[in-house]
Nanobody, 123 residues
């Protein structure tokens, strides 16, 4: 059973940085496409970054490109999202999910969502 445990969210000021993490079980992050999603109340959950299997491509939501970097640690079977130059519109609950590919990010994953980690950017 695929399961993700997200952590590392926090309250930060605009311009700050965070590095939330996503510990996976039931799936090898090295050999699958894994995406980070953001949920904001009243707005459909959207993908902000995705990393392909192996040395695969990374893709980013336009509004986070150049500020966020998605990485993985094979030894810890975990995915990270390095977030820099944070803005108030980055606020949300962040989740991880396995995807068929980084070109197929719409719709719910085949596994349950984790509890997510709250990122709040506010002065």
């Amino acid at each position: 059973q695929v399961r993700f445990v997200e952590s590392g969210g926090d309250l930060v000021r605009p311009g700050g940085s965070l590095r939330p993490s996503c510990a996976a079980s039931g799936v090898a992050v090295e050999t699958h496409s894994i995406a980070w999603y953001r949920q904001v109340p009243g707005i459909e959950r959207e993908a902000v970054a995705c990393i392909g299997p192996g040395g695969g491509d990374e893709i980013y939501l336009t509004t986070v490109k150049g500020r966020f970097t998605i990485t993985r640690d094979r030894s810890k079977n975990s995915i990270y999202l390095q977030m820099t130059s944070l803005r108030t519109d980055d606020t949300g609950v962040y989740f991880c999910a396995v995807r068929p590919s980084c070109l197929l990010l719409r719709g719910a994953p085949e596994h349950d969502w984790g509890q997510g980690t709250q990122v709040t950017v506010s002065s």
